[in-house]
């Protein structure tokens, strides 16, 4: 396929999803609404985390955490000063926090940046190490954040955690943002720096011999996907209206879940996290029936709340032993890919 | 801090340091042979406590031998682990057996809220009282509220005591296994180099599955100990424990097992001492091994007795 008939393509692509995105708003009712606005978080969220961890060979769990700074800071952002007056129970908020509410696209960007210059924190200690190291010092980093909020009443409203958050995050804030994470990453991952980063991962010793700093591209990498799950958290945390501080809600299982969505897609695919993040985010609302009573053979079976994490949790295990490049393994979406799944369809 | 204070948070921190030493014990011995991180060995010390609870309250057995039935079941759970999900991928680079073990642990997490609901239950009452007892040594009788108290003294609880003791047993015992049976010998041969001793001879997937086993039984011991100490069970408690027991294992040296001891017992007196000082940081103590971790991971990587890893290209 020719250069021009790809771009044409892309062309008419993006204001077809736009278009199909509008008509969802249109007809469909608020719950549906409320999912697709989710798909494009979780995908923000995935292809941060795959330019860390599928791109740059270096394994963080630390991604929560980011994410959770990220809704902390603009929840306190764009909240307004009464309402922060009347949440703020234990102790009082610490004073230029209590006094201003900005707008929610650059509570936004402030949340990332926030998120980018941990990352550089935590970073710059733990990419000294290599492997599984540097995967527990960040998921160690990530509960520390999480231990912090949870204690620093004055900032965070400890365990009670920030109630009644503006509800900003619709589907254009979350495809948007998902529609700028992607064309980020993807023109960072195709660029010099990109391949660098793909080297690094591929063989660190035979990178750094032929004179790439390893530190500095890893460094680099991570505190951009930071900035990103920095974005996806302010999104999450205004499209959850609540957060706090507990394991189920930025703990190490929001780090399982996007783990979970990039290895279903394939580590190393963007395209792939996103159709992780998509079908995570599908498939945790259609399975809800496995929670409630079923009628199994004439057995009446009460509701087990739980069941959806063990069959994903249970799915993750297979894919990873059975199946471990996942579903688009470390290949990217391409129109020629598309074409040629058809002509080999067809053929049959 | 006064002497007696001291003396308090040093047998209390001894106690809580042998239960991290129990539970890095099986992460420093699957990682001495596999190199991988077993996430899921915090949960299978969970899961433990989920069997000793419920040998007691649905089998209605006596608590020793409820106990018992527990830790060997742990070991089967760790051996069935093994064989289930990581015997598969053992050929698999390092970064996807890491993520399968996380994998296994989210598992067994959400098979406990599923088959043992999410909601915690109580671990009190299930043990004999004496347990939660406390000792006191010195101290001076004084009546308060027409009752005779002992007031001062030196006071600790006596699971402090028995966890030193089943602790220091069951190190004895681990030591007689390693150095002087013969799975103990392949064990030891395993962790050195697996291609060889396989050629010896040798089931090296055999020996792998015994040593999930053995250390999966010493983290369900040290579950059921954390248990009374801290009566609280639910699926995700075996995280923060697990989490500061593998510290101690970096702590330690990992791949070492007197290590793994040493790291446990000096992790966890320094955490109750820290405490003791500074009673408001006690929220922060979880937070605490985490720095340990990441200013040992940076300064030495190999900890107090491991050997540095070696590169070769």
Known sequence: MKKRTRIILTLIALPSIALLLFLSQELLNSYYSRIITLIGIYGIMAVSLTLVNGISGVFSLGHAGFIALGAYTSALLTLSPEQKEMTFLIEKLVWPLNSIQIPFFWATIIAGLVAAVFAFLIGWPSLRLTGDYFAIATLGFSEIIRIFALNLNSITNGALGLKALPDHTNVWWAWGWLFVTVAFVLSLAYSSFGRALRAIREDRVAAQAMGINVFKHQLTAFVIGGFFAGISGSLYGHWLSTIDPRTNTFGILLTFNVLIMIVLGGLGSITGAIIGGALFAFLSEWLRFLEGPMNLLGFKIMGMSGMRMLVFSGLFVIIMIFWPRGLMGRSEFSWDGLVSVFKRGSKR | ?313
């Open chain 2, 1 to 313: 801090m006064d002497p007696k204070t001291l003396l308090q948070n040093f047998v209390n921190g001894l106690s809580l340091g042998s239960l991290y030493a129990l539970i890095a014990i099986g992460y420093t011995m699957v990682y001495g042979i596999l190199r991988l991180i077993n996430f899921a060995h915090g949960d299978i010390f969970m899961m433990a406590v989920y069997f000793a609870l419920f040998f007691v309250t649905l089998a209605q057995l006596p608590w020793y031998l409820a106990a018992i039935l527990a830790i060997a079941c742990a070991g089967l759970l760790g051996f069935t682990v093994d064989r289930i999900a990581y015997k598969p991928i053992r050929n698999a680079p390092r970064i996807s057996a890491l993520i399968t073990a996380i994998g296994v642990s989210f598992f067994l997490e959400s098979l406990a809220v599923v088959v043992f609901s999410g909601i915690p239950r109580s671990f009190r009452t299930i043990f004999p009282q004496l347990l939660n007892e406390m000792i006191i040594i010195g101290g001076e009788m004084e009546v308060k509220y027409g009752r005779e108290v002992i007031v001062g003294g030196i006071r600790f609880p006596v699971i402090s005591l028995i966890t030193l003791i089943v602790a220091a047993i069951a190190l004895v015992f681990l030591w007689w296994f390693i150095f002087r049976t013969k799975v103990g010998m392949a064990m030891r041969a395993v962790s050195l180099d697996i291609q060889t001793t396989s050629l010896m001879g040798v089931n090296v997937d055999r020996v792998i599955g015994m040593t999930f086993a053995l250390g999966s039984a010493l983290a369900g011991i040290g579950g059921i100990l954390w248990a009374i100490r801290y009566p609280q069970v639910w699926p995700y408690m075996g995280f923060i424990p697990g989490m500061k027991a593998f510290v101690a294992a970096v702590f330690g040296g990992i791949g070492s097992v007197p290590g793994a001891v040493l790291g446990g017992l000096i992790l966890g007196i320094t955490e109750v001492m820290m405490v003791g000082i500074m009673p408001g940081a006690a929220g922060y103590r979880d937070a605490f091994a985490f720095f340990i971790l990441i200013i040992v991971l940076s300064i030495k990587p190999s900890g107090l007795l491991g050997r540095p890893e070696i590169v070769k290209v």
